[in-house]
């Protein structure tokens, strides 16, 4: 028997920080930052945007125009529920950083104060 009556979990698309990068660096990505204002503010992706997941719509998402939108927090846990908040709305936010922004600052990638 499967549980869930045959709805099955929202695809998810997990990005490394690496490739994160490249897309950015090509203008094919768009960061949205989960993580709350203090946090956001201590260090972020260069041209995040911070969407605080206490406050968080999918509808109130910046458009990214034809560039992928991708949700980051510290770790993945925060923009995972973010992804499922999008689910939820039928937003068309299937990405996140895999392993969040402390991946990324683990990568040695520039981190914007």
Known sequence: MVFGFGKSAPARREVSAHDLQAMIAADEALVVDVRE?????????????NVPLSSFEASKLPDAGDRTLVLNCLGGKRSGMALDK???????????????FGAWASAGLPVER
């Open 86 to 100: 999008c689910s939820a709305a039928q937003a068309a936010v299937d990405t996140h950083l895999a392993g969040g």
């Open 37 to 49: 204002a203090a946090e956001f503010a201590e260090g972020h992706i260069p041209g995040a945007v």
